[in-house]
């Protein structure tokens, strides 16, 4: 399955974004999935993922600001992205994940990015 994120762009601090991610391909409401992000010069890091039931995972850094959903039916993933901070601006990707219960222990499946979208939080 290949997915493509959007929904970014410039915003100010304490703003909102939703981004969203399409799957093209089949099985979708069988992936676990997630968002990651990578701020310049830094590691890409996940930030939050859903299972195929819907059990959301967070990095505790976006708890309670970010939140990850799905809709099975028009196979995507949204992040909503509320009270966004400068340290929030990164490139935005989504992935298919193994979903765990412990945050730390979820890894990307798939090996496709994309291009990613870009949120940029001005101070």
């Known amino acids: 399955v290949q997915l493509q994120a959007s929904g970014g762009g410039l915003v100010q601090a304490g703003g909102s974004l939703r981004l969203s991610c399409a799957a093209s391909?089949?099985?979708?409401?069988?992936?676990?999935l997630g968002w990651y992000r990578q701020a310049p010069g830094k590691q890409r890091e996940l930030v939050a993922a859903i299972s195929t039931t819907g059990n959301t995972n967070y990095r505790d850094s976006v708890k309670g600001r970010l939140t990850i959903s799905r809709d099975n039916a028009r196979n995507t993933v949204y992040l909503q992205m509320n009270s966004l901070k400068p340290e929030d601006t990164a490139v935005y990707y989504c992935?298919?994940?193994?979903?765990?219960?412990?945050?730390?222990?979820?890894?990307?499946?798939?090996?496709?990015w994309g291009q990613g979208t870009l949120v940029t939080v001005s101070s």
């Open positions: 992935n298919t994940v193994w979903y765990r219960a412990g945050f730390h222990y979820i890894h990307n499946r798939g090996d496709y």
């Open positions: 391909g089949s099985d979708f409401s069988s992936l676990s």
